[in-house]
């Protein structure tokens, strides 16, 4: 089983729909949590943490599922912008080495 | 705020040339990671960087590369001789002392070896 995995899409949904992705992890130790986008052709960049609690920052929800281990990020009323790869992070758990899993691509169409 | 600096943004060499590529990181920040990115095979970690010294250098393919950080606000990724397999793009990112996880990524060098 790989450390992170993420379903890599592309999730293809119209504007105006919310959209969620999942991101389990294997080191049931884990301890920071991370969701990333993408933009073609550039930079990963620092999206929102994830908390047990969960996060809010405007249309975007940030959750964590220790349980099962997974993360997850909603996204509601999607825009055109928002396309994009969006990759989870997992750090900690005995380990300092972040990883990442390969993304999953989303593509929002008018 | 200045972000983290990458230079230079392309390169195209041939193969057996020499390649360095330079980054700096944010101000501040005390980690620093060197990834490489493909299609086939996604964001790999390089290297890793804590207060200057080479912590982790597992991800690093052979000994074609090699990785410097002569202070905290420089490093180097060199590979030597370059293959055409090397193509990629590379990327580098500092982290704050609050936690390594939350890192900050340079517009990356797309380099290809022909």
């Known amino acids: 089983r790989k450390e992170v995995e993420q379903d890599p899409g592309p999730f293809n949904v119209p504007e105006g729909a919310t959209v969620a992705f999942n991101c389990t992890y294997s080191n049931s130790a884990s301890q920071s949590f991370f969701w990333y986008r993408q933009d073609c052709r550039k930079e990963p960049k620092l999206l929102m943490s994830v908390y047990s609690s969960g996060n809010e920052d405007g249309r975007f929800t940030a959750q964590l599922n220790r349980a099962s281990q997974y993360i997850s990020l909603l996204i509601r009323d999607s825009k055109l912008s928002d396309s994009a790869t969006y990759l989870c992070?997992?750090?900690?758990?005995?380990?300092?080495?972040?990883?990442f899993g390969r993304g999953t691509s989303l593509i929002v169409h008018p | 705020d200045a972000g983290v600096i990458q230079s230079p943004r392309h390169e195209v060499t041939e193969m057996g040339q020499e390649v360095t590529l330079r980054c700096k990181p944010i101000s501040g920040h005390n980690s620093l990671f060197w990834y490489r990115q493909t299609m086939m095979r996604g964001l790999e970690l390089l290297i890793y960087?804590?207060?200057?010294?080479?912590?982790?250098d597992s991800g690093m393919p052979e000994d074609r590369f090699s990785a410097k950080m002569p202070n905290a606000s420089f490093s180097t990724l060199k590979i030597q001789p370059s293959e055409p397999r090397d193509s990629a793009v590379y990327f580098c990112a500092s982290a704050p002392p609050r936690g390594f996880v939350e890192q900050y990524f340079g517009p990356g060098t797309r380099l290809t070896v022909t």
């Open positions: 992070v997992v750090g900690g758990g005995g380990s300092y080495i972040p990883t």
């Open positions: 960087f804590n207060n200057n010294v080479p912590i982790d």
